[in-house]
């Protein structure tokens, strides 16, 4: 993959977007205005699907944008979700589980960069992964349109929560796998500079 050395591209521009746009959800949404925290939530999640489309056609992948894209979905879901869960909206044991798999990979992306695994190049996002968050952000906003009276779709959400249950126990279980098999590597390199 050949990456764009300037970091002021339009999808990373994005990607900060959506960083900014997630405190300005949480502020909207703890201030009972649920209609322009919807509305900031989707335009973050519309910003998801641009940046990473708009990389791939205009080439400019950057190494700032690969990191600082998965760290910009998890704040503004794992902040959504906190919300949703403290009102009642979602189960809380989702939100548990959601938040539980995210500490779980960033610790473990943290253990493999300090074992000096270069996790930027052997650790790209899965399409399971991505499923998963596709997921995750729509039961966001079909939850909050619900909760609007904007819609009644209770089959759909129960579906979705199943989907996000499902993909976030299994891509939890795929990235400790990838990782894990990471370090015995190192191990090895370890014992064998060891044995010299």
């Not at 649920?34 to 489309?53: N, P, Y």
């Not at 300090?114 to 930027?120: A, I, L, T």
């Not at 499902?166 to 279980?173: G, K, N, Q």
């Amino acid at each position: 993959m050949q990456l764009n050395e300037n970091n002021w591209t339009i999808p990373n521009i994005l990607t900060i977007a959506r960083i900014l746009l997630t405190p300005c959800f949480v502020i909207s949404y703890v201030d009972g205005k649920t209609e322009l925290a919807w509305g900031l939530f989707l335009v973050a999640g519309i910003t998801d699907a641009a940046d990473g489309f708009l990389a791939r056609v205009l080439h400019q992948r950057t190494r700032l944008g690969a990191m600082l894209d998965p760290l910009a979905d998890k704040a503004l879901v794992a902040s959504a979700f906190l919300c949703l869960g403290i009102s009642g909206w979602v189960p809380s044991w989702l939100v548990i589980l959601v938040i539980s798999r995210d500490v779980i990979i960033v610790g473990g992306l943290s253990a493999l960069s300090f074992w000096g695994v270069d996790v930027k190049v052997k650790i790209r996002p899965s399409w399971m992964s991505k499923l998963n968050t596709s997921c995750q952000i729509s039961l966001i906003v079909v939850v909050m349109l619900e909760e609007m009276h904007w819609l009644s779709l209770p089959m759909l959400v129960d579906i979705l929560v199943g989907a996000v249950c499902v993909l976030t126990v299994v891509t939890a279980i795929h990235y400790t796998l990838r990782g894990l098999a990471m370090f015995p590597e190192h191990d090895a390199e370890a014992e064998g500079d060891s044995s010299k």
